[in-house]
């Protein structure tokens, strides 16, 4: 990766670490009970010309969704910011965790151009763990994928997240 875009990644995924942290730590007094028993996985969108246009971050447990993950939130409120429709053309989103099958799809469906994200995720991975949905020569839309970015700093959230809830 060229030194230029490995700091802007960094940097932004640094952004999407701040933002996984928001979520408060299991067991704490919380905005709701089940706000504090969402994993904390961040994702930040930005634009063509990289500004920051969404944020998101997992929040199943707090609004019983279960589309809800981090990447779905930060596209749908993007979306509404772009305000042209679905489309995410030349869009980055920054993710902390590897996307799962779900988060794959909607993020090659909304043609988001580059996925950055920081720790594999063995389990549900779909961008070159288990599956590798990204880069399916099938689809018609296959984003630039940056993996592994703050790699050891994104598996601290949710080694530190379930460490506490066991």
């Known amino acids: ?4 875009r490995r700091a802007r990644y960094e940097s932004w995924m ?6 996984a942290g928001d979520a408060p730590p299991p ?3 919380a905005t709701s009970p089940a706000d504090a028993d969402d ?4 994702a930040v969108l930005y634009g063509p010309d990289g500004r920051e246009l969404a944020t998101g971050r997992n929040e199943r447990e707090l609004t019983g969704d279960p589309t809800a993950h981090a990447e779905i939130v930060a ?3 993007a979306a509404a910011v772009v305000g042209d429709g679905w489309r995410l053309d030349g869009c980055t989103l920054v993710v902390t965790l590897e996307p799962c099958t779900m988060c794959a ?3 090659v469906l909304a043609r988001v151009s580059t996925l950055v994200f920081g720790a594999w995720e063995p389990k549900t991975g779909a961008v070159g763990s288990l599956w ?5 020569r099938r689809l018609t839309h296959r984003p ?4 592994g970015v703050l790699e050891s700093e994104c598996a601290a959230l949710l080694l530190d997240f379930f460490a506490r809830r066991r």
């Not at 990766?1 to 230029?4: F, I, W």
């Not at 640094?14 to 933002?19: L, Q, T």
């Not at 630039?144 to 993996?147: D, F, P, T």
């Open 144 to 147: 630039e994928v940056y993996a």
């Open 75 to 77: 596209m749908r409120r």
């Open 105 to 107: 799809g909607a993020l």
């Open 39 to 42: 994993v904390p996985i961040g």
């Open 27 to 29: 067991g704490s007094a």
């Open 132 to 136: 590798d949905v990204v880069r399916d």
């Open 1 to 4: 990766m060229v030194a230029g």
């Open 14 to 19: 640094r952004r999407a670490i701040e933002v």
